[in-house]
């Protein structure tokens, strides 16, 4: 069984940063680990998503050279790093771990954490 446990969230200016942390217990070496996030009125969708290997790193293009996934094997913790936050950024983030590899549907995760809120304010 794996667990998953989200922190890093608040409220922060537009340009500002956060850095979002995702707690892991169990094991979860085999697994993928993704980033979502969920606007009011909006579907869950893809943010980031990377293999504990480092080597399958995949960004949506709204987050590209903004946001960065990196994760600490020594903690069993995956992070997004989130720089020049916009306001469209403003969602419930979600941790995901799955056994199917990188994949951009949310249906394809095992697991799940309970999410963290981010408000951007312009």
Do not use: H
Request: proline share 1%; net charge positive; hydrophobic share 35%.
């Amino acid at each position: 069984q794996v667990q998953l446990v989200e922190s890093g969230g608040g409220l922060v200016q537009a340009g500002g940063s956060l850095r979002l942390s995702c707690a892991a217990s169990g094991r979860t070496f085999n697994y993928a680990m993704g980033w979502f996030r969920q606007a009011p009125g909006k579907e869950r969708e893809f943010v980031a998503g990377d293999t504990w290997s480092g080597l399958n790193t995949q960004y949506v293009d709204s987050v590209k050279g903004r946001f960065t996934i990196s994760r600490d094997s020594t903690k069993n913790t995956v992070y997004l790093q989130m720089n020049s936050l916009k306001s469209e950024d403003t969602a419930v983030y979600y941790c995901a771990a799955g056994r199917r590899g990188v994949s951009w549907a949310s249906s394809l995760y095992d697991y799940w954490g309970q999410g963290t809120q981010v408000i951007v304010s312009s």
